[in-house]
């Protein structure tokens, strides 16, 4: 958009905004009735794009920036995530959230990797989705676009509900089969582990990788 379409910038991105306030909305009101994890996090994930354009909106440095620090905090996030899902469904044979009830007790482990992530995308501290969400948002107020970063505060509040509507059922529901532990293999336990550590490096020590995102998005303008 910004190498090919200089010349119209005041129509993209008023349409790139509307598409964001749009994705965010859409994903999360979606995301919300869902009882299928993977669906859930299918739509979420449809939310999160409307948050990274947010930084595209901006049309910055800076929000490119945003853009490129946001989708790094996502993927390990979102690895972190689907990991967990992964080798439940393999054990458990469901995706559905409902069956998710007892996690904490069957694999602390697991169920605390999916705190993490899930608080992540949620957009909580001290992880990495808190930064990348606050990195955008500023950017879009920077660049004046203050309505687009109250829509993406406001979806952000959705998108926490559903994902502590999961911990919950983890966390204080029971189930028959707590007794029934999970297997980790350990290429997984090692992705899991290197995923956590990096959402809590980002959320935490977010200047070194604000600072390479910007070095790359400054060649644009």
């Not at 690895?79 to 393999?90: D, K, P, S």
């Not at 482990?109 to 500023?138: D, E, I, N, Q, R």
């Not at 829509?151 to 509900?161: C, D, H, K, R, T």
């Amino acid at each position: 958009m910004l190498a090919v379409f200089p010349e119209i910038e005041a129509e993209w991105t008023t349409l790139l905004a509307i598409i964001a306030a749009l994705t965010m909305t859409v994903g999360n009101l979606l995301a919300l009735p869902q009882t299928n994890i993977k669906r859930l996090l299918a739509y979420s994930s449809i939310a999160h794009v409307g948050y990274a354009l947010i930084g595209l909106v901006a049309l910055s440095s800076f929000g490119t920036a945003s853009v490129i620090f946001y989708l790094i905090g996502y993927v390990v996030t979102n690895t972190a995530a689907f990991a967990v899902v992964i080798l439940f469904a393999r054990s458990a044979g469901s995706d559905e959230i409902a069956d998710y009830a007892g996690l904490s007790r069957r694999s602390p482990g697991l169920a605390l990797v999916l705190l993490v992530a899930l608080l992540s995308l949620g957009g909580m501290p001290p992880f990495a989705g808190f930064v990348t969400k606050f990195y955008v948002f500023a950017a879009a107020v920077e660049s004046g676009w203050i309505w687009l970063a109250f829509v993406g505060v406001l979806n952000a509040i959705i998108g926490l509900y559903y994902y502590m509507t999961i911990l919950k059922v983890v966390y204080l529901y029971r189930s028959e089969e707590e007794d029934k532990p999970i297997a980790i293999p350990r290429s997984y336990a090692l992705v899991l582990v290197i995923c956590v550590i990096a959402i809590l490096a980002i959320g935490t020590l977010s200047a070194p990788w604000l600072d390479w995102s910007i070095n790359s998005a400054v060649s644009l303008f």
